[in-house]
């Protein structure tokens, strides 16, 4: 089935410390985007890719850091420059950045301890 | 600029009763307008969404919703609640002269279903 794969669902953390989440598709999308979600608030994005080898900052990008080497691949590191890195973040795929259709991961929680 | 504003962060109706959740939105330029349901700890999917065309729009699951453009609203409804409708609901907003990079969500309403 075609999808995209988040992974791992839970991740713990110590603080100081960087760790990178992983997402993966195999939709053939062009476009690749990551969100963070926190209770009570929508999506905000982070970080954008609309093709490979190339990346656009989003909203919230300070403390975050992406890489698009392969199509299908679009890891994000949560660095320690991140303060509150605590969330439920989401990453999503379009055919290209105009597609008015976004599909997303089952996600992944990050918990700093 | 755009944004989207949610009425009401949580919302409880009966089973079988007509669900109503509102979305009002503000944009420059005209919108694409979008309705995701999240389940818990789950990703989000695609309800349905406005693209400029008929401006009563139908989904999946029985949802449908209308452009209101003199209202600036984009209410989602479902005549007759069921126990799986349960679940947090977003709408979302994006100029259509940019892509989803412009993707606008609001602050999510939770729906409950009273057995």
């Known amino acids: 089935d075609g999808g995209i794969t988040q992974s791992p669902k839970y991740l713990f953390r110590k603080e100081g410390q960087n760790v990178t989440l992983s997402c993966e598709q195999n939709?053939?999308?062009?476009?690749m985007y990551w969100y963070r979600q926190d209770p009570g608030q929508g999506l905000r994005l982070i970080y954008y890719?609309?093709?490979?080898?190339?990346?656009q900052k989003g909203d919230i990008a300070e403390g975050y850091s992406v890489s698009r080497e392969k199509k299908e691949s679009f890891p994000l590191t949560v660095t320690s420059a991140q303060k509150n890195p605590t969330a439920f973040y989401l990453c999503?795929?379009?055919?290209?950045?105009?597609?008015?259709?976004?599909?997303f991961g089952q996600g992944t929680r990050l918990t700093v301890v | 600029a755009q944004s989207v504003t949610q009425l009401g962060s949580h919302v409880s109706v009966s089973e079988g009763a007509l669900v109503l959740l509102r979305c009002n939105y503000s944009?420059?330029?005209?919108?694409?307008l979008f309705w995701y349901v999240q389940y818990p700890n789950q990703g989000l999917q695609l309800l349905l969404k406005?693209?400029?065309?008929?401006?009563l729009v139908k989904g999946i699951n029985g949802f449908e919703a209308e452009f209101k453009k003199s209202e600036t609203s984009f209410h989602l409804t479902k005549p007759s609640a069921h126990m799986s409708d349960a679940a947090e609901y977003f709408c979302?907003?994006?100029?259509?002269?940019?892509?989803?990079?412009?993707?606008?969500f609001g602050t999510g309403t939770r729906l409950t279903i009273i057995p």
């Open positions: 999503a795929s379009s055919i290209g950045v105009s597609s008015t259709e976004a599909f």
């Open positions: 406005y693209t400029s065309a008929a401006t």
């Open positions: 890719s609309q093709i490979v080898n190339d990346f």
């Open positions: 979302a907003v994006s100029p259509t002269n940019f892509g989803n990079e412009k993707l606008t």
């Open positions: 939709l053939n999308h062009d476009a």
């Open positions: 944009s420059s330029v005209p919108p694409y």
